[in-house]
């Protein structure tokens, strides 16, 4: 922690909040997300359950200031909910073509909403109840992270960031979560937390610092994980300045 932190009144730190709206119950696992602050970004999650044994959730952050994303916004989560439903809905599809064509799909409705290009790394997941899997993709987005019992290990990029090109495709692996391993997403934001000491380099909290933070902590609780990772990174800043959107969102699987 920067020294400076000691000496910074409790009142300028803009506090973690619950994510609004509620996550659907998962049959062996929970989910849960946090913001820090006031969400003035393109931070964009959600979750729904899209079949009787298939849950679907996302981490987005579109970039730009979030008074001029809301149509963006919009049209990913339309894209996301009603797309995501029916694409993940039949028993016997292949989750990875589901996946691809899902992030197809909202590449280039987000590219209409933006009459552009507007980049938008996202980290999207589908979780089937019965097998332990989760197939996902990762568009561009910071690294999620896994802990299991092997330790903590990084799910790095699988295609560029949504918005960019009409045609970009990303890769959907699908991999075995294991009993009581734990699944990080957290924004952008969150690695880029900075901490300036007078006459010093502008220093990054950093993905390893979060890595090292979720080793660490062993709750089985994803309100308890996304809020302690948050509040880390909020003790590390050292300047009282209302931060860009910082998210965390967590997954769970129970022992």
Do not use: W
Request: charged share 20%; aromatic share 6%.
């Amino acid at each position: 922690m920067c020294s400076l932190f000691k000496r910074r009144a409790p009142e300028v730190l803009p506090g973690v909040e619950p994510a609004p709206g509620e996550f659907p119950e998962v049959d062996g696992a929970a989910l849960a997300a946090a913001t820090y602050g006031k969400r003035v970004a393109g931070d964009f999650y959600d979750s729904l359950r899209v079949s009787p044994e298939r849950i679907l959730f996302g981490l987005l952050d579109v970039a730009g200031r979030r008074e001029t994303n809301q149509p963006i916004l919009a049209a990913a989560q339309t894209i996301f909910r009603n797309l995501g439903a029916d694409l993940f809905s039949a028993p016997d599809i292949n989750e990875a073509d589901a996946m691809v064509e899902l992030c197809v799909s909202m590449n280039r409705g987000i590219m209409e909403a933006a009459k552009g290009v507007r980049s938008c790394p996202a980290f999207i997941g589908c979780y089937h109840e019965e097998f332990g899997t989760l197939c996902y993709t990762n568009a561009g987005h910071t690294p999620g992270l896994l802990r299991d019992s092997s330790g903590v290990v990084e799910l790095a990029s699988t295609g560029l960031p949504l918005g960019l090109f009409s045609h970009a495709t990303s890769d959907a692996p699908i991999i075995a979560i294991e009993k009581g391993a734990a699944l990080l997403l957290v924004s952008r934001g969150v690695v880029e937390g900075s901490c300036k000491p007078d006459d010093a380099e502008d220093l990054k909290y950093g993905l390893e610092q979060v890595k090292e933070r979720f080793l660490a902590d062993v709750s089985h609780s994803p309100q308890e994980l996304s809020a302690a990772i948050l509040n880390k990174v909020g003790e590390f800043m050292c300047v009282p300045v209302m931060p860009d959107d910082m998210t965390a969102l967590v997954f769970v699987r129970a022992s």
